[in-house]
Every structure is written in C-alpha cells, then in structure tokens.
C-alpha cells in the first residue's frame, strides 16, 4: 500500500499544471517525502471545488466519528483505500456517496519490494509529465467538543500494473494513478458508482512510469527524511539478478 510520496513542486508549478489557485496562506515548499503516518498536510483539489487548492491532512476521519479518540484512532487506517470497496466500506462508502472525489498531485511515491526477509524501497516517478494525480477521496469532521472542522483524505489503490507488481511484490497494489481524461472526469463529471468503478480500475500504462531503487535513509528515525538525499538512486547487488523487472 502506499504510505509515502513526494511533491516536489512550487505553488506557481501546481497552478500552471491544474489551472487551479493556490490560497496565500498555503505555504507550499518542495516535499522530497512524506511519511503518511505523520499526518502530512497536502494541496487537493476536489469535485466540489476544481478550481481551488486546498490543505488536508492524510488519513480520512469519516464525517461520522463521534469523538476526537476515535477519530484518531480511525485516521490511521484510512491512509489507504481499496478502489474496489469504497462504496462498501464504513469509512469511505458516504464519502464515496457524496461524490466527495478529489486529485491528489504527486511528482513520485515510494514503495517496498520483498525478498526473503529483507526489503528494498523503490522510487516511481511518472515519465510522461512532472506531476501525476492519484484519485482519492475526502471527508469534512467537525470534532464535537470544540466545534472544529478538520477536512481529511485517502489515497485510493487499485491492482498492479506489470512494472508495480515486480516492484510491491508482497502485495501487488499501486495507487490509482489517473490518465490525463480520467483525471479530468474524476475531479469534473458526475460519475455514477458504476463509471467510477471501471475509470479507478483502468490501469495506469507502466511504460509511463520510471523506477530505481534507494537507500533504506527512508526509514531513518535518526536522520531527516524530507530532503532531496532521499531520492538519490542505491544500488543493491543482491537484487542485480532482477534488474531488468524494473523500468
């Protein structure tokens, strides 16, 4: 699943690319990685506003939660969402309902490939343009105690492609990464359950994607992990053998 990504953008770059405002107060800087379980805040576009970047916070609180523990407790495992089950799920399903669809740009994500015992992560980046959208969703909470309204969102995952289930072979998933036209009919049109459902499951084409592995400094607690060093390629002579599964 994917729990980091990158953006390594500047506010003007996020307008040209979407058309869309960047608000003043957001202060956009260059994001090398994002951990997601440190609740990173992100600009999003969505259905309801295509025209507007917002910051939400990582790991959707459903409107529902009836207090701030459990709305805690839910945000962690909601960082990700099965595409197939958005509309099933308690968490996403009055999300998913809504219509509460949204963009999130990335210039890369991260993930993991299993050998044995040990793992390796692997840096994807899109090769047919800088920033790429994965679909998500996203959900308003109005915590009941202090009236505050907190907007979160969920990154949706769908099936490998070819490349990715080389690449995140213990599990084979891959986020949702849209196509020029289908990000343009996730974040505009009035999608029913059924046309949502076939665009989130139109693999992304591996042939637009580029991998290369890097160091474990990721998973550092030690040393600062948002920093352009991170995505610097490494070389691992153990998995020389299986080079050419990855692009």
Request: net charge negative.
């Amino acid at each position: 699943m994917c729990f980091h990504k990158s953006l390594n953008v500047t506010a003007p770059q996020l307008e040209e690319r979407f058309g869309a405002t960047v608000p003043q107060s957001a202060d956009i800087k260059p994001v090398y990685h994002a951990n997601a379980y440190q609740l990173p805040q992100w600009p999003i576009l969505t259905h309801q506003r295509p025209d507007r970047f917002e910051l939400m916070t990582w790991g959707l609180i459903p409107h529902w939660a009836k207090t701030a523990v459990s709305a805690s407790e839910l945000r962690t495992a909601t960082i990700n969402a099965r595409s197939e089950t958005i509309y099933e799920k308690p968490s996403f399903r009055s999300a998913a309902r809504a219509g509460n669809r949204c963009l999130i740009p990335v210039t890369g994500f991260f993930e993991w490939h299993t050998e044995g015992r040990n793992k390796y992560p692997f840096y994807i980046t899109p090769t047919d343009r800088k920033i790429i959208s994965i679909a998500g969703l996203w959900d308003e909470w109005a915590d009941p105690d202090t009236g505050e309204v907190t907007r979160t969102y969920t990154l949706l995952t769908t099936d490998a492609n070819p490349l990715l289930a080389a690449i995140h072979n213990a599990k084979k998933r891959m986020p949702c990464l849209l196509s020029p036209d289908d990000e343009q009919k996730w974040l505009h049109d009035d999608l029913t359950e059924k046309q949502a459902l076939t665009l989130l499951a139109d693999q992304y084409a591996d042939r637009n994607l580029h991998s290369y592995s890097i160091s474990k400094r990721i998973t550092s607690r030690s040393e600062a992990t948002d920093v352009p060093a991170v995505l610097d390629p490494f070389t691992y002579p153990e998995l020389a053998k299986q080079a050419d599964l990855f692009a």
